[in-house]
């Protein structure tokens, strides 16, 4: 992204990372949010399954982490109340934000 910021580079180049930018950013989105949904199907499935096999001993494998560190006792510090799911989205949005304004920059740069 530096190379769409330097005040030497040409507008085409200025598009084109613009757009790479925003790409990237794009495919990474849709790529968590699958993996999450995947995982959330997952551990659904495993929790019925589970159930079904009466094991419900495992129950508490399916919470959250920072469920799992309140019942083992576990100290809280300001960085697990960010849930990382949450946190890459808003930074790969941001990130995108910031490609469209360096290919804005490039469309209306004279």
Do not use: Y
């Not at 949005?93 to 740069?109: E, P, Q």
Request: contains cysteine; aromatic residues 8%; proline residues 2%.
């Amino acid at each position: 992204m530096t190379i769409g910021l330097t005040h030497d580079t040409g507008r085409l180049a200025r598009v084109a990372v613009g757009l790479l930018a925003m790409a990237v950013s794009v495919v990474t989105i849709h790529s968590v949010w699958r993996h999450r949904r995947h995982e959330l199907a997952d551990s659904i499935w495993l929790a019925d399954f589970e159930v079904r096999k009466g094991w419900p001993r495992w129950a508490n494998v399916h919470n959250a982490a920072s469920v799992r560190a309140d019942d083992l006792g576990v100290k809280r510090t300001w960085l697990p109340r960010v849930r990382t799911f949450q946190m890459w989205i808003s930074m790969m949005t941001l990130f995108c934000l910031i490609g469209l304004g360096i290919m804005i920059s490039g469309i209306v740069s004279t």
